[in-house]
C-alpha cells in the first residue's frame, strides 16, 4: 500500500508541472593545445603524451590514423608550454631492430634528460633523445609482440615499472634499464577471462602510477573496466617492494587507459570509450566501508571540425599534468578499433574515421562541485 501512495503522489506531482532538481558534472571547457604534425605518410595520431618538468609536452606518434596503418618511421613531438611545435624528429635506432610504429606511454627521465618509449610490438621500452629522436633499447622483455608495453612510471629510486597489456604484468627494471624482472603478475591485470575468452578491447594492465606517499600501486585493466590497487612499502632506499595482493579497487570506468595522480591522491582515468576523464578519491568513508568514488568528470567529445579536426576527447589515451598542477592535458587516440585487430566496434568508431586532424587536449585540473540544474 505505501509503494502504491508513493507513487500515486509522484505521478500527481509531475502532473501538477512540478521540477526534480538533477545534480549535473562542470566538465570544464576542453582546449585543443595542440593539432600533430603530418608525417609523410599522412596525419598521425598519438597515443602515449608526458609533460616534463620545463612543461615541456611530449608525443610520439601513432601508426594508425582514420585509413589504417601509417608508414613509419615513428616521430617524437616536442611541443613548448604553450603550444607551438618545438622539435618533430624521426625515432631512429643506428642498429637493429628499428622502434614500431605502435609507440605507447612515455615518461621524461630526468636524470639523463631523455625520453623512456613503450614499444608495443618490439616489447621494447625505448631511451630517447627528444631534439635528435637517435634511440637506444632501454629495456627488452624478450618477449617480442607477445609483450604488449603500455605505459610507465618511477619509484623515488627511479626504479622504472612498466605495464604489460599482453601479459597482464608489471615488470620493473633499474634507472639504467637492461633485462627486466616481473614486479605484478596478478589475474586481475590480465586481458583474459577465466574462461580463456579474450574481453574487448584485449588490454590488461594499462595506465599505472604511485600514489604520492607511494604505499599504493594503481594500474588500470581496460578489457575489465577496473582499477586495481597494489599495496607496496617504501624503502629507505626509495625503491618499493610488494605489501598485499593486487586487488579491484572499482569497476565500471568505460575503458580505463592512462592514470595520473593528482597532489590529494585523486586518480585521474581516461575513460578511452567514454570520452571523458573521471576524477576518482580512492579512499572515501561510507557506511559500507572505504570505497573509491567519482568526484568530477572532465571532457567530452564536441564533434569533428569541418577540416576533420577532434574538438574535445575523441579516445583519450594518456593524461598529464602541467609541472603547475593548474592544467591536465590528453593525448587524442582516435583509434578505429579494427584497424587494431578489435573486430567489436565501439558507439565513437564512426566518429574517428571522419578525423583528418589529430589533437592534444588541454582541460582545467579543477574539482568542481555537482551543479543542480533543473529540467524544463
Known amino acids: 500500500m505505501k509503494k502504491a501512495?508513493?507513487?500515486?503522489?509522484?505521478?500527481?506531482f509531475l502532473l501538477a508541472g512540478g521540477i526534480i532538481p538533477a545534480s549535473a558534472w562542470d566538465r570544464g571547457r576542453t582546449e585543443i593545445f595542440a593539432i600533430l604534425p603530418e608525417l609523410p605518410g599522412g596525419p598521425v595520431p598519438s597515443e602515449g603524451l608526458t609533460v616534463g618538468p620545463d612543461g615541456t609536452v611530449y608525443a610520439p606518434s601513432f601508426g594508425i590514423n582514420s585509413h589504417g596503418a601509417v608508414p613509419g618511421p615513428p616521430h617524437l613531438f616536442s611541443f613548448k608550454p604553450n603550444g607551438p611545435l618545438l622539435y618533430d624528429v624521426a625515432l631512429v635506432n643506428s642498429g637493429s631492430?628499428?622502434?614500431s610504429t605502435l609507440l605507447l606511454g612515455l615518461v621524461f627521465q630526468q636524470s639523463s634528460q631523455t625520453?623512456?618509449?613503450?614499444?608495443?610490438?618490439?616489447?621494447?621500452?625505448?631511451?630517447?633523445?627528444p631534439k635528435t629522436g637517435k634511440a637506444t633499447v632501454f629495456m627488452n622483455t624478450g618477449q617480442g609482440s607477445n609483450?604488449?608495453?603500455?605505459?610507465?612510471?618511477?619509484?623515488?629510486?627511479?626504479?622504472?615499472?612498466?605495464?604489460?597489456?599482453?601479459?597482464g604484468v608489471i615488470w620493473k627494471t633499474g634507472p639504467n634499464g637492461g633485462f627486466p624482472s616481473i614486479f605484478v603478475d596478478s589475474q586481475t591485470l590480465s586481458p583474459q577471462a577465466a574462461t580463456g575468452v579474450i574481453l574487448a578491447p584485449p588490454f590488461g594492465a594499462n595506465g599505472v602510477e604511485f600514489n604520492n606517499e607511494f604505499t599504493e600501486m594503481y594500474v588500470a585493466n581496460t578489457a575489465y573496466h577496473s582499477i586495481v590497487e597494489i599495496p607496496v612499502t617504501l624503502n629507505q632506499d626509495g625503491s618499493v617492494s610488494l605489501a598485499g595482493e593486487a586487488q579491484v579497487l572499482t569497476?565500471?570506468?568505460?575503458?580505463?587507459?592512462?592514470?595520473?595522480?593528482?597532489?590529494h591522491d585523486n586518480l585521474w582515468v581516461v575513460a578511452n570509450q567514454e570520452d571523458e576523464i573521471d576524477v576518482i578519491n580512492p579512499e572515501v568513508v561510507t557506511s559500507q566501508g572505504t570505497l573509491a568514488e567519482v568526484i568530477a568528470k572532465r571532457g567530452d567529445f564536441q564533434g569533428i571540425?569541418?577540416?576533420?579536426?577532434?574538438?574535445?576527447?575523441?579516445?583519450?589515451?594518456?593524461?598529464?599534468?602541467s609541472p603547475d598542477g593548474k592544467y591536465i592535458y590528453t593525448s587524442n587516440l582516435t583509434l578505429f578499433l579494427p584497424f587494431a585487430g578489435v573486430p567489436e566496434t565501439a558507439i565513437d568508431s564512426p566518429w574517428t574515421l571522419k578525423v583528418k586532424h589529430y589533437t592534444i587536449a588541454k582541460i582545467r585540473a579543477a574539482i568542481p562541485p555537482l551543479t543542480e540544474q533543473e529540467e524544463k
Request: charged share 10%.
Open 5 to 12: 501512495l508513493i507513487g500515486t503522489s509522484f505521478a500527481a
Open 115 to 129: 625520453l623512456l618509449i613503450c614499444d608495443l610490438s618490439n616489447g621494447i621500452v625505448w631511451q630517447a633523445n
Open 305 to 321: 571540425s569541418e577540416d576533420g579536426t577532434v574538438r574535445g576527447l575523441l579516445f583519450p589515451a594518456s593524461p598529464a599534468f
Open 147 to 167: 609483450s604488449g608495453l603500455n605505459a610507465l612510471t618511477f619509484d623515488k629510486a627511479g626504479n622504472v615499472y612498466v605495464s604489460d597489456s599482453f601479459l
Open 251 to 263: 569497476t565500471g570506468i568505460n575503458a580505463p587507459d592512462g592514470i595520473a595522480v593528482d597532489g
Open 97 to 99: 631492430p628499428q622502434p
